[in-house]
């Protein structure tokens, strides 16, 4: 088989960032000239091995449907004023709460940066490899009951479940009736000990069971959103948007 052969071989196999790595070490044979066949393999198979990580991990970050795909958790701002812990956040930055499966309840008023947070956690999931979903509470529940409809909403929260990161933001936004609800329990239900969930709010955790119309499926709801979780109140009444 001759170079051309092997390129083409390469590209049919979708090995294209391993074609295009042999395509410069073979430009540049002076550069590898004291490497090994195996090292000058290996070479290329890590740089292939990335390209595909990274690809994979841009799909994740496309499917979660994020508010902001650029949020990074570089790029946070900490400090008392804002009630934002680099030891917290170096510890979610790990991803153990992840592989726990446990949550996380971001609080704080309009433009702390509570969804910017969120985001950034869920992008850094993304990149450990974990599957994520973003929603606002509003269209969640618009889409639960969508699904209801059309019974077929067992189907929407399994499908649903398979992400091991569910973020809804904006929760206790606007009152919760009994149907939806029972719709949310459902869903929290499944994922409890199965996979994480990320609140953001500008309620208090303690306010949210006066947002829901039904006090029995309320005390249910926040058992299993509220447990095991890590807290965080961000603070301040300066806009983060508007800085």
Not at 24 to 48: C, D, I, K, N, W
Not at 231 to 243: H, T, V, W
Request: aromatic fraction near 6%.
């Amino acid at each position: 088989m001759n170079y051309e052969e092997l390129k083409t071989r390469l590209h049919a196999l979708g090995l294209d960032t391993l074609a295009s790595g042999l395509e410069s070490q073979r430009q540049s044979p002076e550069l590898y000239a004291e490497t090994s066949f195996e090292e000058r393999l290996g070479m290329l198979v890590e740089h292939e091995a990335h390209e595909r990580e990274s690809k994979a991990m841009n799909r994740r970050v496309q499917a979660a449907l994020f508010r902001d795909t650029n949020a990074s958790l570089e790029n946070l701002e900490f400090g008392k004023e804002r009630g934002l812990s680099r030891t917290v956040v170096a510890k979610l930055r790990e991803g153990l709460w992840l592989k726990d499966k446990t949550g996380v309840i971001i609080t704080g008023p309009t433009g702390a940066g509570k969804t910017y947070l969120a985001c950034a956690l869920g992008i850094r999931a993304c990149l450990q490899g974990y599957g994520a979903r973003y929603y606002r509470i509003t269209s969640l529940l618009e889409d639960m009951a969508e699904h209801r409809r059309a019974d077929k909403r067992r189907t929407f929260i399994r499908n649903l479940n398979r992400r091991s990161l569910l973020v809804i933001d904006d929760f206790a936004h606007t009152m919760m009736n009994e149907e939806e609800q029972k719709d949310l329990i459902e869903l929290v239900e499944d994922r409890f000990g199965k996979a994480s969930t990320m609140i953001t709010s500008q309620q208090a955790v303690e306010r949210w069971h006066g947002a829901m119309e039904n006090p029995t499926l309320a005390d249910a709801i926040l058992d299993r959103l509220v447990h095991k979780t890590e807290r965080i109140a961000l603070q301040g009444e300066d806009s983060m948007r508007k800085r």
